[in-house]
């Protein structure tokens, strides 16, 4: 793992698009087309910012999600169909295809096993991803599943990371929190050959400091990415202040 503390966090997105930009030309160039995880929330504003103005042949592009709570409609502004759709499908010219999560779904195993069946035995060339304040990474939520082999599965939400939610003012109470989700799960991450890992702002800490520092475990779900060599862990001053020394990049194993 590769860590790099950023100016703020509009450098931040930049940093995170660059590496970004880079991994989704060189797989385009390598075998013909890329296949790339987005990911959503506050964290990763500045990084479409950039993105969406790169050039790379769209076309060559296929997209999935990280994540979406169960029961909500793409309407629904705390939907992350939505956020994707107006922050970055809309925005880039003939993308090849975004599968987006229906967490409003009828049937939502069924609509797990259609996710499944798009995604599995492919190689995913670059996946971005942020991690929450209770440590989660996607909506693996502690204790975190680190065995499950299908690449998305169904999760029941932990109470302090629908709290986030609430004080990010996607909800405006816990109550109206789903209290599911369907989640790229964490070896689906780890297959990722890249991961971008974006972490701004001082709520975020303690979660560094537990991504870096905390016993490998299932209650520390960001722990698990110190086993990725390729993985970029970006910060900024604030998300950065619990690690020990001031320099501006580092590795960690």
Not at 1 to 25: N, P, S, W, Y
Not at 51 to 63: G, H, R, S, T, Y
Not at 83 to 106: M, P, S, W
Not at 186 to 206: F, G, H, M, N
């Amino acid at each position: 793992m590769r860590v790099t503390i950023c100016e703020d966090k509009h450098d931040l997105g930049f940093q995170a698009a660059k590496l970004g930009i880079q991994a989704i030309q060189k797989a385009i160039e390598n075998k013909g087309h890329a296949v790339i995880v987005l990911a959503t929330g506050l964290s990763q504003f500045a990084l479409y910012e950039h993105l969406i103005k790169a050039d790379i042949m769209w076309d060559k592009v296929e997209a999935f999600h990280l994540d979406e709570y169960v029961g909500i409609k793409e309407t629904h502004p705390a939907s992350f169909r939505h956020y994707i759709q107006t922050r970055f499908v809309d925005k880039v010219k003939n993308l090849n295809v975004f599968h987006g999560i229906r967490g409003d779904a009828e049937d939502i195993q069924e609509e797990v096993n259609r996710l499944n069946s798009l995604l599995a035995g492919k190689e995913v060339d670059v996946t971005f991803l942020g991690i929450g304040e209770n440590g989660h990474i996607a909506f693996n939520d502690p204790p975190a599943d680190f065995d499950a082999s299908d690449p998305f599965i169904l999760v029941e939400l932990e109470e302090r990371g629908r709290r986030q939610q609430v004080s990010e003012k996607w909800f405006p109470t816990l109550e109206e929190v789903p209290l599911q989700a369907i989640t790229i799960s964490v070896r689906q991450i780890l297959r990722s050959r890249c991961l971008i890992c974006s972490v701004p702002d001082q709520r975020k800490a303690r979660a560094v400091a537990m991504c870096l520092y905390d016993q490998l475990s299932a209650y520390a779900p960001c722990s698990i990415l110190r086993t990725k060599t390729e993985c970029t862990l970006l910060l900024d001053r604030p998300s950065s202040m619990l690690i020990l020394g001031d320099r501006r990049t580092k590795t960690t194993m």
